[in-house]
């Protein structure tokens, strides 16, 4: 028994029970709801400096991973555009997962609800997966392989560019979860949200996965401007495409599923705001949505007329990631269930039978 106690993994095992153990509740605390909002703005500092690092085609500005010319510091990266860009990514996809690490620790230190806990970890999963995913596509370009083509490489890019708008999601999440308003006032639903407002978010997010998708394919198979009018696809105003080709096609459907995203957007918070539920919850904010569609737009007929400007590919990057988070943050909301009691005052954070799972709520 002694030799148990005495042994360094009894010793560990202990300390480490105790520390994530303790104190922990399902109540706002408002050190860890603010830091959780913290590694979400690093993330969109890190979409930012990825998206225009593709922009200026600086990707491959140092050949190894995970260090940069094998250092952490190499030489002249403040003074070169390309090595500037591609080193400040790598430095805040360094800083977001440690950022990751601290509030994963912290939550299982002092959060109650095990969803909550367990989402962290997944955030945690998909940084570090991301980071790899990264990593790949520079350790597999055919400047490292020597290959006939790069079709390695740009999946990897591909699955990069998808694993960055999961991780904003699941960060967009937490943050939500630790928010005041999600756990005193139950996001202000005061019911259920329907189900048509919860599928129709869902829709909408998965649609606006596979545009993103589509514009990465547009973007790293350089078929920016294989249409080179819009809004019509031709400059003599042909709507359709006079010839195909993979990137007029590609090009096409992402212009298309405009379109469809459009129609998605706007059934989703026209549902939001047709019930007065949802609408007194989160109304206002379901207006964001719409004002990131047409900037998105904008952004994109601004690509085509100034044949890929740098700044607006990366924006029109930046606000298709902001499009898809605030489609889900509505989303995640709808999913939260009122508190018992409702009105906000009687709080039901004290009552051992209410939870604050989310879960349920589809039941
Ligand atoms: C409204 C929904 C839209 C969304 C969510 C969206 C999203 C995106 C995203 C995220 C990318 C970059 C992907 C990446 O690099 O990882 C992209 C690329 C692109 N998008 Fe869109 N887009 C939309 C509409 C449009 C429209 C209306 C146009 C008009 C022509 C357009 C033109 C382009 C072009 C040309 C690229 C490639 C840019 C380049 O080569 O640098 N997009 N889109």
């Known amino acids: 028994m002694l030799h ?12 480490f029970q105790m520390f994530v153990s303790c104190q ?17 703005v690093v993330a969109v500092a890190l979409l930012y400096a ?50 990751t690490i601290i509030m994963v620790f912290w939550t299982w230190r002092s959060e109650e609800r095990a969803w909550l806990r367990r989402l962290t970890v997944l955030c945690l999963a998909a940084v570090i997966l991301q980071g790899i995913m990264g990593g790949m596509r520079v350790r597999f370009d055919q400047l490292n392989t020597g290959a006939e083509n790069n079709l390695t490489a740009q999946a990897f ?12 999601c699941l960060l967009v999440s937490i943050a939500l979860a630790q928010s005041r308003n999600w756990i005193e006032r139950a996001a202000g639903l005061s019911e259920p949200a ?26 790293h198979g350089n078929a920016g401007l294989a249409l080179v009018s819009f809004p019509q696809s031709t400059p003599n105003g042909d709507w359709l495409p006079t010839y195909w080709n993979w990137a007029v096609a590609v090009n096409f459907t992402h212009r298309a599923g405009a379109l469809l995203v459009c129609l998605a957007v706007l ?3 026209a549902q939001v705001w047709a019930d007065k539920n949802t609408r007194q919850a989160f ?26 400007n740098e700044h607006s590919a990366t924006l029109h990057t930046l606000t298709g990631a902001f499009l898809l988070a605030s489609c889900w943050m509505l989303t995640f909301l709808s999913f939260r269930l009122p508190l018992r009691g409702f009105p906000p005052e009687s709080l039901a954070e004290n009552d051992p039978n209410h939870s604050n799972d989310p879960a349920p709520a589809s039941a």
């Open 283 to 308: 109304g206002p904010v379901a207006l964001l949505p719409l004002l990131l569609l047409v900037v998105q737009i904008f952004l994109g007929a601004t690509l085509v007329w100034t044949r890929l």
């Open 194 to 219: 329907g189900l048509s407002i919860r599928y129709l978010g869902i829709g909408t997010c998965l649609l606006l996965l596979l545009q993103i998708l589509l514009g990465a394919i547009v973007r």
């Open 24 to 40: 922990r509740t399902n109540q706002y605390k408002p050190g860890l709801a603010w830091f959780c909002a913290v590694p979400l």
């Open 50 to 99: 990825g998206g225009f690092t593709t922009s200026i085609e600086a990707g491959m500005a140092f050949l190894d991973w995970p260090l940069s010319n094998g250092t952490l510091n190499p030489e002249g990266w403040l003074e070169d555009r390309d090595m500037r860009a591609e080193h400040s990514h790598r430095l805040l996809g360094m800083v977001v997962g440690l950022l």
């Open 267 to 269: 059934a989703f918070v």
């Open 157 to 168: 890019v591909l699955l990069h560019a998808m694993g960055a708008q999961i991780v904003l």
């Open 4 to 15: 148990g106690i005495l042994a360094p993994h009894y010793f560990l095992d202990t300390r």
